[in-house]
Nanobody
Framework: QVQLVESGGGLVQAGGSVRLSCAAS????????MGWFRQAPGKEREFVAA????????DYTDSVKGRFTISRDNAKNTLYLQMNSLKPEDTAVYYC????????????????WGQGTQVTVSS
């Protein structure tokens, strides 16, 4: 089974930046599309960004386009989410996930999930 562990969350002021990391176990990391999701209090889990196994294709939800960048380092089995120009509405628990299918990852149809890391953006 693939294990995913997020890190890098914390408290940041509006307009600031945070980089989240997701460390994955296993030797087949590059076979999986990877994504970031978030869940704010009182809201359902929301797709944020995804990257294909090779790292050559990405997708973002509209609210983060131009501010967030998803990337991966397959040699390190690590997924990243660079978050710039943060807004209070970005406050949420952020989860990384792995999917064997690129076509369904934005729907949250993933094979593995991390435990999440809290990001709080203060105004």
């Amino acid at each position: 089974q693939v294990q995913l562990v997020e890190s890098g969350g914390g408290l940041v002021q509006a307009g600031g930046s945070v980089r989240l990391s997701c460390a994955a176990s296993g030797r087949t990391f590059s076979d999986y599309a990877m994504g970031w999701f978030r869940q704010a209090p009182g809201k359902e889990r929301e797709f944020v960004a995804a990257v294909s196994g090779s790292g050559r294709s990405t997708d973002y939800t509209d609210s983060v386009k131009g501010r967030f960048t998803i990337s991966r380092d397959n040699a390190k089995n690590t997924l990243y989410l660079q978050m710039n120009s943060l807004k209070p509405e970005d406050t949420a628990v952020y989860y990384c996930a792995a999917s064997s299918r690129w076509s369904t990852i934005t729907r949250g149809d993933c094979d593995y999930w991390g435990q999440g890391t809290q990001v709080t953006v203060s105004s």
